[in-house]
């Protein structure tokens, strides 16, 4: 098991609402990354955070929204959640933002929208 | 662009014969080349990765794969397979000219792996 942890493992909401996903980064890794997998598919790249600042995007619309705080810890944000966003979501920390870092995967977040 | 193919959906083997699980990629430049395991309800474990140099590369729990860069092709592979590897796998690249910032990983779309007893 890696040391990323998520929080919540599961949860549902209805359409429009907003949802808040947790991840808590491996130690001594500063850099956190989100990824979108629906079911059946691969992880789909949302963004990356580095040192508070959003460091890199997908091709995911500005209602997805993140933070990253002073320990590294980090916050996915999504706002008038649609059905397509049902998926398990990922978030994978690195000990930096180069090419080689290896990414560490949480158990992921299942959201579920009604 | 980068891209990344695993052309089957599923793959069956007999516990302790080899396996293999394909992927081909595409990248502008050096391809930096991951391969991911997902148990069910579970995140994403890191198994190996091939950044430059030997083209055989080895990982956790037996696995290995084989970097063969005029094929474009990165396969996992393992000699003996336990029932234990079924499981469903990734393979993941990062474009040498991914442009500055986040270096993405951009992942195919899995293979199931089934190890029959």
């Known amino acids: 098991e890696t040391g990323v942890t998520q929080s919540p493992t599961h949860l549902i909401k209805t359409r429009g609402q907003q949802v808040t996903l947790r991840c808590s980064s491996q130690?001594?890794?500063?850099?956190v990354s989100w990824y979108q997998q629906a079911l059946g598919q691969g992880p789909q790249f949302i963004f990356q955070y580095y040192r508070e600042e959003e460091n890199g995007r997908g091709n995911f619309p500005p209602r997805f929204s993140g933070l990253q705080f002073p320990n590294y810890s980090s916050e996915l944000n999504v706002n008038a959640l649609e059905l397509d966003d049902s998926a398990l979501y990922l978030c994978?920390?690195?000990?930096?933002?180069?090419?080689?870092?290896?990414?560490?995967f949480g158990p992921g977040t299942r959201l579920t929208v009604l | 662009a980068q891209s990344v193919a695993q052309p089957e959906d599923q793959v069956n083997v007999a516990e302790g014969n080899p396996l293999t699980v394909k992927c081909t990629y595409s990248v502008s430049g050096n391809p930096y080349l991951f391969w991911y395991v997902q148990y069910p309800n579970r995140g994403l474990q890191f198994l190996l990765k091939?950044?430059?140099?030997?083209?055989l590369v080895k990982g956790s729990y037996g696995f290995e794969a084989e970097f063969n860069k005029s094929q474009t092709s990165f396969h996992l592979k393992k000699p003996s397979a336990l029932v234990s590897d079924s499981a469903l796998y990734f393979c993941?690249?990062?474009?040498?000219?991914?442009?500055?910032?986040?270096?993405?990983?951009?992942f195919g779309k899995g293979t199931k792996l089934s190890v029959i007893p």
């Open positions: 993941a690249v990062r474009d040498q000219y991914s442009g500055a910032g986040s270096y993405q990983l951009t």
């Open positions: 130690s001594g890794h500063n850099t």
């Open positions: 091939y950044i430059t140099g030997d083209n």
């Open positions: 994978a920390s690195s000990r930096g933002t180069t090419r080689t870092d290896t990414q560490y």
